[in-house]
């Protein structure tokens, strides 16, 4: 038997308010940690080390601001938004604003795995700028679409946060939006990362001699790299397929309520999961970088 959609939609919110209570504490720590080290330790303050804390700096904004916000509101449909329309507009552009950064420090992590390889890279501030100017300007139709309005609801009228139906600019975004995002930010980052890893690996294979130490350490922080990218795809999958099967599922088959249930279930799955995203790259570095151990170490137990 099915069971009832208020069953599985209780269960998804407590659910999701339990891991974002997790997601916040460990994301917290860990991007706070990776953010103090780089800043701190001279011997960490490389184009690498430098990108990984720019990567921890959108990971903490949707920390801090988002996760919250999406656990409080998730918790509390169908009543009022009560952050009224600037926050409404701020909230899915900071949300897309920290996918961005997480997308483009990946493409530019992985690059510069291959590029230091054969020649050094200059003008690190200039990248970081970049990485965030495009990803805010990448967010300006989330934040531009997105508006508060008042919907009927048991016999009354509530006010919900969610895409604008009046506005041209917005039906047209919200009908392209979940292709757009798929292909932007999921395999873009995956296409470039195999592509820059596939001309390295060819590199290593050509140019081995005299360069086995260094090669190694190379190897060694190129394996980082493509560890996070691979958490990011495992973290995003979810959420990309879910609302794509929203969209391309016929109205017939979702106004079935055991596929409704099943496809809001999971489409909470993919949320939690995406955000659990932006605190799992400190782990992973505590888990593969010896130096990250041994910082993150110093810092945590300092006291003890």
């Given at each position: 038997?099915?069971?009832?959609?208020?069953?599985?939609?209780?269960?998804?919110?407590?659910?999701?308010?339990?891991?974002?209570?997790?997601?916040?504490?460990?994301?917290?720590?860990?991007?706070?940690?990776?953010?103090?080290?780089?800043?701190?330790?001279?011997?960490?303050?490389?184009?690498?080390?430098?990108?990984?804390?720019?990567?921890?700096?959108?990971?903490?904004?949707?920390?801090?601001?988002?996760?919250?916000?999406?656990?409080?509101?998730?918790?509390?449909?169908?009543?009022?938004?009560?952050?009224?329309?600037?926050?409404?507009?701020?909230?899915?552009?900071?949300?897309?604003?920290?996918?961005?950064?997480?997308?483009?420090?990946?493409?530019?992590?992985?690059?510069?795995?291959?590029?230091?390889?054969?020649?050094?890279?200059?003008?690190?501030g200039v990248r970081l700028a970049l990485i965030w100017s495009l990803a805010a300007l990448s967010a300006v139709p989330a934040a531009v679409s997105y508006t508060t309005r008042s919907v009927p609801w048991h016999g009354g009228n509530i006010t919900v946060c969610g895409m604008d139906q009046e506005s041209p600019f917005a039906r047209t975004y919200n009908r392209w939006r979940v292709w757009l995002r798929f292909a932007l930010y999921f395999c873009l980052p995956l296409a470039v990362t195999a592509v820059h890893y596939s001309l390295m690996a060819k590199h290593m294979m050509t140019n081995t001699r005299g360069m086995d130490d260094r090669m190694t350490k190379r190897r060694r922080a190129a394996r980082v790299v493509l560890c996070i990218v691979a958490l990011f795809a495992v973290c995003w999958l979810p959420f990309h397929l879910t609302n794509i099967l929203r969209i391309t599922l016929p109205c017939s088959v979702l106004q079935n309520i055991c596929t409704f249930s099943a496809l809001q279930g999971a489409h909470h799955f993919g949320l939690t999961l995406g955000s659990f995203n932006s605190c799992v790259n400190p782990i992973a570095l505590y888990i593969l970088s010896r130096k990250y151990k041994l910082y993150m170490d110093s810092l945590l137990f300092c006291c003890c």
């Open positions: 038997p099915c069971p009832s959609p208020i069953t599985v939609d209780h269960a998804a919110k407590i659910t999701h308010i339990i891991l974002s209570a997790v997601i916040f504490a460990l994301g917290l720590t860990g991007n706070s940690l990776v953010i103090r080290i780089v800043a701190t330790k001279p011997d960490m303050r490389n184009a690498p080390n430098v990108l990984l804390a720019g990567l921890a700096c959108g990971d903490l904004l949707f920390i801090l601001l988002c996760v919250p916000l999406t656990a409080y509101n998730l918790y509390t449909v169908p009543t009022d938004w009560i952050f009224g329309t600037a926050m409404c507009k701020l909230l899915p552009f900071l949300q897309q604003t920290s996918l961005g950064v997480t997308v483009l420090s990946l493409m530019a992590l992985s690059a510069d795995r291959y590029i230091r390889l054969s020649q050094s890279w200059r003008g690190l």
